[in-house]
């Protein structure tokens, strides 16, 4: 499994949002964008080719962000995409890059929960 798919899952795992949905080999984490908050669907069993749920780093790795779960979200392609285009640029410091950083840490520690019972994902990123 690669490291951006073990990181998406544990993501996604340790939000509240997320609920482990259906049976093997169907099984889904089904959940809501830290942005926008847009229903979200990640198999559990098998690789997508095409996903539309991304590992947002609330800090980008770019400026120092690291991949431990307090630095990791799920956010839908568009949402982190834009993200992206519209902070990355402005860096630690500015005034809005800060903002935004304070809030999804902030979101994203309301959502933090332990991982479900019966989901085997290896060991912790971090």
């Known amino acids: 499994m690669s490291r951006a798919r073990t990181l998406l899952l ?16 169907e ?29 947002e780093h609330i800090v980008p790795r770019a400026h120092g962000g690291t991949d431990a ?8 392609r568009r949402c982190n ?4 285009i519209r ?3 402005a860096g630690p410091g500015h005034p809005t890059f800060d903002r ?4 999804l840490q902030a979101e994203r520690a309301k959502r933090r929960r332990p ?6 994902l290896g060991p912790e990123p971090g």
């Not at 979200?40 to 095409?50: K, N, P, W």
């Not at 995409?81 to 992206?84: H, L």
């Open 81 to 84: 995409g834009a993200k992206g």
């Open 115 to 120: 991982p479900p019972e019966g989901l085997d």
């Open 10 to 25: 544990w993501a996604a795992a340790t939000d509240r949002t997320f609920r482990l949905m259906g049976e093997r080999p």
């Open 27 to 55: 099984r889904r984490l089904e959940g809501k964008c830290i942005h926008c908050r847009r229903k979200l669907a990640i198999a559990v069993d098998r690789d997508e080719r095409h996903p539309t749920a991304t590992v």
């Open 69 to 76: 779960l307090e630095n990791v979200a799920v956010a839908c």
């Open 87 to 89: 902070l990355d640029p």
């Open 100 to 103: 935004v950083v304070a809030r």
